[in-house]
C-alpha cells in the first residue's frame, strides 16, 4: 500500500477546521500537526490527537510534511506560504492566495524558483457540479452565452464580527466570498476585462464593506452581474443553495442565472432551459435536469493536493490562476472606491 501523505494544517479556524476533519477522513491522508499560536489550537490537536506547534518554524525543526494546508488570516497568507517555500513543501494556501497583489507576485515567483508546488484554495473548482456545467456550456447547447447573474445575499449574525480581523479591511465579503463567485465565473467563462463596481457599509460601521454590485465584462463579450451581501436575510447565495456545507440550511433556490442565445441554465440545480421547436418568446419551455454525484469538494480538494505532491497532476488551481482571480477583487474594490469603470490586464 502507498505510504499515507503527512499533511499538517496551519491555522485552527473555521476553515482550518474542516480542513483537519477531512485530512483525518481521508484514507490517503495523515494529519502530521496542527500549526496554530493560539491557545484554541493546541486544544483543538488535544482533541484530534494531533502534534502541535505554535508555528511553522517550531515544525520544521521537529518534522516535515509532505505538505502543509494555510489556513491562515488572509494578512499572513503570504508570510506563511513563503515559509512553505522556503522549506521545500508544497502548499495548499486557502483563497485569497494574498491580500495585495504585489505581494502575491512575491509568493508565485518564490515558489516557481524554488520548483515548490503551489494551489490556492478555490476549492468550488473541484465540484462535479461547476465541472459539469462548464461541461455543458463548452458543449454550445445553449448557443452564445450573453449573460449572467450571480448573488451571494445572507446575513453574517453579530457575534461573527466579534473576531477583530473580521471588521478590519480587507475582511469583507467581497475579498472573502464573492472571489469564490469570482473564481467560478473565471473557470466557466474565461477572462474578465472590465470591472464597474459600487459599495455601501452603512448598517454596522465596520471598516469593510457589507453590500457591493458589479458590473463584469468578459474577453468573450458575455456581461455578468454580481450582488452581494452579509447584511439581508434571504436565500440566494451559493452557501444556502448547494449544501455544499452542512453547515448552513440549504433552500431550492438559484444563486446563478445563465443565458444563451438558445437556452438557459441555472445553477446549483442545472436545470437547462430550452424553447421546443423554435426560439420564440412565445413558444412554452422544456425544462432538463442534469443529474451529477454529489461530492464534497473540499474532500476532492485535498484528494488533488495528495496527487500534485505525488507528481501525477498538475494543480487545478494554480497559485498563478488564485492571483488571476485576485486581480478581479482588487479592481472591483478600486472600482467600488473611484466609481471609475477598471480595465484589467
Known amino acids: 500500500m502507498e505510504r499515507k501523505v503527512r499533511l499538517a494544517v496551519l491555522g485552527a479556524g473555521l476553515i482550518g477546521k474542516r480542513h483537519i476533519q477531512h485530512v483525518l477522513a481521508e484514507p490517503q491522508t495523515e494529519l502530521l500537526a496542527i500549526v496554530d499560536p493560539m491557545p484554541l489550537g493546541q486544544k483543538i490537536a488535544q482533541e484530534y490527537g494531533a502534534k502541535w506547534f505554535p508555528s511553522f518554524a ?46 502575491g507576485e512575491k509568493l508565485i515567483g518564490a515558489a516557481e524558483a524554488a520548483g515548490v508546488s503551489l494551489l ?8 462535479p457540479m461547476i465541472q459539469k456545467a462548464k461541461e455543458i456550456i ?13 448573488m451571494f445575499w445572507l446575513f453574517k449574525p453579530d457575534d461573527y464580527f466579534d473576531i477583530d480581523w473580521r471588521r478590519q479591511a480587507g475582511a469583507g465579503p467581497v ?28 448598517v454596522r460601521g465596520n471598516a469593510v464593506e457589507e453590500t457591493s454590485v458589479i458590473l463584469m465584462e468578459f ?13 439581508v436575510v434571504a436565500p ?52 432538463r435536469r442534469v443529474a451529477i454525484q454529489d461530492e464534497d469538494p473540499l474532500v ?11 507528481g501525477e497532476e498538475a494543480p487545478l ?25 477598471i480595465v484589467l490586464g
Not at 59 to 87: F, K, S, Y
Not at 141 to 146: A, N, P, Q, T, V
Request: contains cysteine.
Open 236 to 287: 440566494w447565495s451559493w452557501e444556502m443553495t448547494t449544501g455544499e456545507n452542512p453547515a448552513y440550511p440549504k433552500t431550492e433556490e438559484a444563486c446563478y442565472m445563465i443565458g444563451g442565445t438558445h437556452g438557459s441554465l441555472t445553477i446549483p440545480s442545472l436545470d437547462v432551459w430550452k424553447n421546443g421547436a423554435r426560439r420564440s418568446w412565445w413558444e412554452p419551455f422544456e425544462k
Open 58 to 103: 517550531a515544525m520544521i525543526e521537529t518534522d516535515r510534511p509532505d505538505g502543509i494546508i494555510i489556513a491562515t488570516p488572509n494578512q499572513v497568507h503570504v508570510a506563511n506560504g513563503l515559509e512553505a517555500v522556503a522549506a521545500g513543501v508544497p502548499a495548499l494556501v486557502e483563497k485569497p492566495i494574498a491580500d495585495d497583489i504585489a505581494a
Open 317 to 341: 488551481v494554480s497559485g498563478r490562476e488564485g492571483l488571476n482571480t485576485l486581480k478581479v477583487i482588487m479592481a472591483i474594490k478600486r472600482s467600488a472606491q473611484s466609481g471609475e469603470r
Open 300 to 310: 476532492l480538494q485535498i484528494r488533488q493536493f495528495c496527487k500534485v505532491i505525488r
Open 138 to 150: 463548452d458543449s454550445g447547447e445553449l448557443g452564445r452565452i450573453l449573460v449572467a447573474n450571480v
Open 219 to 231: 474577453e468573450s463579450g458575455l456581461l455578468a452581474t454580481a450582488s452581494v451581501s452579509d447584511s
Open 120 to 127: 490556492v484554495g478555490h476549492h468550488r473548482r473541484h465540484n
Open 175 to 202: 475579498l472573502l466570498n464573492l472571489i469564490h463567485d469570482v473564481d467560478n465565473l473565471r473557470c466557466l467563462f474565461g477572462e474578465i476585462v472590465a470591472i464597474q463596481a459600487r459599495e455601501s457599509s452603512g
